[in-house]
């Protein structure tokens, strides 16, 4: 196999799998939850941020030096990104999903100018350069399998975890609470709790996914990708994928995300001229695709996967008459 | 001919069926009652008529004209109007803008019967540009018939119009649905307050668990030990949730 | 005082006219329709860059064209309702929030492709502002922005209050089960809903772009500050829509002044959000709004 063709399914898989983390992280507030995070982007950015900030040497341009191993750097990013969440949660759980889209939206935005403005922490737009990225200095393509290898296990164990609090009580009563909330009210569940648990965790992962970002391209700024256009195509992802199914999840990602670079590379080969409006093509035939799947296959290619109802009975009310 | 006949019945919501073989007949000039325990059927009776659930079973016929599974918007059109039991009134327009909404399907000038409407409940017309929203439970019920009448209905269908009204205003609306029937619409009416309902009804329908348990006239159903020992002993004062 | 009055209380009056005209359909496709429209700012594009192209072609002034452009961004927004929304009429609200999102994307991208990202002026040359009592500088074009704003609000409040459509409109935010109960087309009111919320947005849009510039990601920026006026206002208050219009961008002008000391009170690079500071602040606060819209 051609070297270079080895070296960028490498990267494919690398960023399907960082992808993936995202889509995992979705998966938590809206297949499980039922929450509609429109500021995935922001919360990727934090845990970007946190970690290059945190593992990146002393610079007079950004606030750094710590030199922190990775781990910490990676649950600070994760730890922040919690407690982000619990304040945005604590604000607009309680209201309807729109709600949450428009705030979760605006906080994307609102960090996305605190990393513009604050340049004393950040260095603003010019970014975060030289983030040091784990095992870099083993000989290619050994470093970039590493990486690659640091990715997937993440995902691995991410998708372990998620199964096991699927079919645990947890996973139940959110499944529940997305069908039936009263019934789960009257139940006496603390059904903020459930929904706040859900959010948190998800961002949480989005974070991750974030600093893994950092690392791997060893730069982050605040326009490193179109903040919206990144948020979208997790969106995509997770729908395309499956909905409420991790392991949709995980597909939708690779999968999109394939088609999505592969297109970009035949794209590039074409004059520059072109190339910048088959761009927009592409986003609008992502887009195309995302309302199809919606109309046409709302469960996704993998979908729900339904928790085994318990041995008892169920109980809650049942439609009455009149 | 029957102005409306429920014939054998059967529907519900989803997989839930509530419905089980309804039969109710409805003769032109006559107050017709409708009431039973909670989850007998009664509401779901007549949002059946109106074609707000699936019938999968039995038949709708409005003065021998098959009305069965027409949608709302159909159904009104056709002369029947529906005064739901909550939210039946846009508590943002004003009383003259809600009954002018009530007239919405009327081709012809709709002013002439807005002179009967608040002839026949004078409050309204003094209080015509207020918004609804903030008129009394009694004032609002009365918007809710008034508006539902604009279209000089051939029936009206009533869902619980006196709940979670204070005994005062239950007789009230009572004299209401008296005062509606005089000027020549036949009403179905469910209620759960089934002593005052059935004292000024015609006849009476009592359903169990979506079945034809009992009929016959208000006042025969009032002296019946068996439907008294039901639900004749106290007045319900809760309103029954949907 | 004279620099308050010229460069912050003037600039946010003309800010919050054009919020208030984007506010308005949002909060009535909100109300009636019942979703948030992810898709309104880009609505408010595309009546920019409809406005820039018939100009272009004809060479009108911008007020001139600006019925034009916003009787095609009505075609369009009807279109996309057909395509993308009506399949869901019947499905949860979060269904239309994701096709909206989608449609987002996607209005931008035909936008980015068809006219390029660019940055366009609208009128080519810069006018002078005229200035009165020796200190008042009042330019043309924001008087313009102001008087076509207020005129079609007053068009909207005619439409509403006078005619059949408007009370049923109003009729249907207040309760679609009730409004279809009383038999009224919910099809044409939402037509109706879709035609005067995306003539509104265009107008915005145009006027924005008379204001500053024509680029494609207007629609995006103006996203989160009508949103904001949308929840202030309350949701389905169209006047309310109006309030939280101006007072957001009159919020965003003051803030970069410098009321205490020589610099500005809030570093303009947050100007953005100033918007977003005060609807998490409704939110907490009063959801329903100043005017107590709904709260689902």
């Given amino acids: 196999m051609d070297y270079g063709i080895f070296l960028y399914v490498i990267s494919l898989l690398t960023m399907g799998g960082i992808y993936a983390i995202l889509a995992l992280g979705l998966n938590i507030q809206w297949g499980f939850t039922g929450l509609f995070n429109a500021g995935i982007a922001g919360f990727y950015a934090i845990g970007a941020y946190v970690s290059a900030i945190l593992t990146t040497a002393p610079t007079a341009r950004h606030l750094g030096g710590y030199e922190m191993p990775y781990p910490v750097a990676w649950i600070a990013s994760m730890v922040v990104a919690g407690i982000i969440a619990w304040g945005v949660g604590k604000i607009c759980l309680r209201l309807r999903s729109d709600y949450l889209a428009i705030a979760t939206i605006g906080i994307a935005e609102i960090f996305r100018l605190i990393l513009k403005n604050e340049t004393w922490a950040t260095n603003g737009p010019r970014g975060v350069s030289m983030v040091p990225k784990p095992f870099e200095s083993l000989p290619g393509p050994w470093n970039q399998l590493a990486f690659l290898a640091i990715v997937l296990i993440t995902v691995a164990l991410i998708y372990l975890a998620l199964e096991k609090a699927r079919k645990a009580p947890w996973g139940r009563v959110m499944t529940a609470i997305r069908e039936n909330e009263p019934a789960v009210r009257a139940a006496g569940k603390n059904v903020e709790r459930f929904r706040m648990e859900g959010f948190v965790f998800g961002s949480m992962l989005m974070a991750l996914a974030g600093a893994y970002t950092a690392h791997y391209l060893k730069f982050i700024d605040p326009n490193a990708t179109d903040p919206l256009a990144a948020t979208f195509l997790v969106w995509v992802m997770l729908i395309v994928g499956g909905s409420a199914n991790n392991k949709g999840a995980i597909l939708g990602a690779f999968l999109i995300w394939t088609i999505w670079s592969a297109t970009e590379i035949l794209t590039s080969r074409l004059p520059d001229e072109l190339a910048i409006r088959t761009a927009y093509v592409r986003m609008f035939l992502i887009g195309l695709l995302l309302q199809i799947v919606l109309q046409k296959f709302p469960q996704g290619i993998l979908p729900e996967q339904r928790p085994k109802p318990p041995a008892r009975p169920a109980t809650g009310p049942v439609e009455t008459g009149d | ?242 | ?296």
């Fill in chain 2, 1 to 242: 001919m029957a102005t409306l006949k429920l014939k054998d019945v059967v529907g519900g919501y989803g997989d839930t069926q509530i419905l089980h073989g309804v039969s109710i007949t409805v003769d032109p000039g006559e107050i017709v009652v409708i009431i039973g325990p909670n989850g007998a059927g009664k509401s779901t009776a007549i949002k059946a008529v109106f074609g707000l659930l699936k019938l999968t079973g039995g038949q709708i016929l409005l003065e021998g004209e098959d009305i069965t599974n027409t949608p709302p918007e159909k159904v009104v059109r056709n002369g029947v109007c529906y005064v739901p039991q909550t939210a039946n009134i846009f508590p943002g327009l004003t009383v003259e803008e809600n009954l002018e909404m009530g007239a919405y399907v009327r081709e012809d000038d709709f002013r002439p019967r807005l002179e009967e409407i608040y002839e026949m409940f004078p409050p309204l017309r003094e209080k015509r540009r207020q918004a609804a929203g903030t008129l009394s439970g009694g004032q609002r019920q009365m918007v809710a018939m008034g508006k539902a009448l604009m279209l000089e209905p051939r029936i009206l269908l009533l869902d619980e119009p006196t709940a979670g009204l204070s005994p005062k205003f239950r007789g009230e609306i009572f004299n209401i649905v008296k005062t509606v029937h005089a000027a020549g619409t036949p009403i179905l009416m469910v209620e759960q307050n089934a002593k005052q309902a059935l004292k000024i009804a015609h006849r009476g329908y009592v359903l169990v668990d979506g079945r034809n348990k009992y009929t016959g006239t208000g006042q025969e159903l009032l002296d019946d030990p068996e439907v008294a020992a039901m639900f004749l002993g106290g007045e319900k004062t809760e309103v029954e949730a949907e």
């Fill in chain 3, 1 to 296: 005082m004279s620099d308050l009055i010229n460069f912050h209380l003037i600039p946010g009056l003309v800010l919050g006219s054009i919020y208030a005209l984007g506010a308005i359909g949002l909060t009535l496709t909100f109300g009636i329709l019942r979703f948030a429209n992810f898709a309104h700012g880009e609505t408010m594009t595309l009546g920019a860059y409809f406005a820039w192209t018939l100009i272009q072609l004809t060479g009108w002034h911008p007020v001139a064209v600006l019925p034009m452009a916003m009787g095609l961004t009505v075609l369009v927004a009807l279109g996309i309702d057909r395509g993308f929304y009506k399949p869901f009429r019947a499905s949860a609200t979060i269904m239309l929030v994701i096709a909206s999102f989608g449609m987002m994307l996607m209005v931008r991208s035909v936008i980015q492709f068809i006219w390029g990202v660019q940055v366009k002026a609208l009128m080519p040359g810069i006018q002078m502002p005229v200035v009165l009592f020796d200190w008042l500088r009042i330019s043309p074009k924001h008087l313009m922005i102001v008087g076509f704003a207020l005129l079609l609000m007053f068009a909207v409040h005619y439409l509403l209050t006078y005619t059949k459509i408007g009370k049923a409109m109003r009729a249907m935010s207040d309760s679609p089960e009730l409004a279809r109960l009383t038999g009224i087309n919910t099809e044409s009111v939402i037509r109706a809903t879709w035609i005067i919320g995306a003539a509104l947005a265009a107008a915005a849009g145009v006027l924005l772009a008379l204001d500053t510039h024509v680029h494609t990601m207007m629609g995006f920026k103006l996203l989160l500050p009508v949103f904001a006026a949308t929840i202030l206002g309350g949701i389905g208050r169209p006047y309310g829509a109006v309030a939280g219009g101006l007072v957001i961008g009159l919020a965003e002008e003051l803030s970069s002044y410098n009321w205490i000391g020589t610099e500005p009170l809030l570093n303009p690079g947050y100007k953005a959000g100033v918007a977003f500071a005060i609807m998490v602040v409704m939110l907490i606060w009063r959801p329903s709004g100043l005017f107590k819209g709904k709260v689902y």
